[in-house]
């Protein structure tokens, strides 16, 4: 059986949220809400939205990756996460610099904290792109306590990841080299229709 199954939700019309329901008696409803409000709003973002969920043993960003480059040419956002992992490398906030926004010079190792347990995925956010991820996570341990930092990776499920992302298709996400950071910063352009 895959590790994945995914089903595709209706689209959800931002920034009015509102959901196309199809087969119940509020779609008319809704959707003359949105035509109304789509003429008197000069931008008005199509979101196409995913639900995925990860089997136990599957590595989350690898899954991410993968989705990424096979099905978000656009990329996405993560809009919403639950699930449990036994192990994470999470970097912490200012693990990562020198003075300023520069990649430390200390060794990988000394950047970041393996966890190993079981812990529940109380949120996971970020943006994922076919040129790389940026996630954030807060996880909740068996006493209640809580650890939150950037996901550099090996966050495998332990029972089960269910993710909804979401792809804006009016905009592209990409990662490009930012020189004034010196990391692969978050690029949105605009789609243009042929």
């Excluded at 699930?83 to 010079?105: D, K, M, P």
Aim: charged share 20%; proline share 3%.
């Amino acid at each position: 059986m895959s590790t994945i199954e995914r089903v595709y939700l209706k689209e959800v019309v931002h920034p009015l949220c509102l959901v196309r329901t199809y087969g119940r008696t509020r779609v008319s409803v809704v959707w003359s809400t949105v035509q109304s409000a789509y003429r008197r709003c000069s931008i008005l973002c199509i979101m196409r939205v995913y639900a995925v969920r990860l089997r136990p043993g599957t590595e989350v960003t690898e899954a991410l990756k993968r989705m990424a480059v096979e099905e978000l040419p656009l990329g996405g956002c993560v809009l919403s996460c639950v699930g449990s992992v036994t192990e994470i490398i999470l970097r912490f906030a200012a693990q990562h610099t020198e003075g300023g926004n520069q990649v430390s010079r200390r060794p990988f190792w000394e950047q970041v904290k393996t966890l190993k347990g079981h812990y529940e995925v109380l949120s996971l956010v970020g943006t994922i792109t076919k040129d790389g991820l940026h996630l954030h996570t807060c996880l909740g341990d068996a006493e209640g306590n809580t650890v939150g930092g950037h996901v550099m990776g090996n966050m495998v499920t332990f029972t089960t990841m269910e993710l909804v992302i979401g792809v804006m298709e009016q905009y592209s996400f990409t990662r490009e080299m930012d020189q004034e950071t010196g990391f692969d910063e978050l690029v949105v352009t605009p789609v243009t229709k042929s």
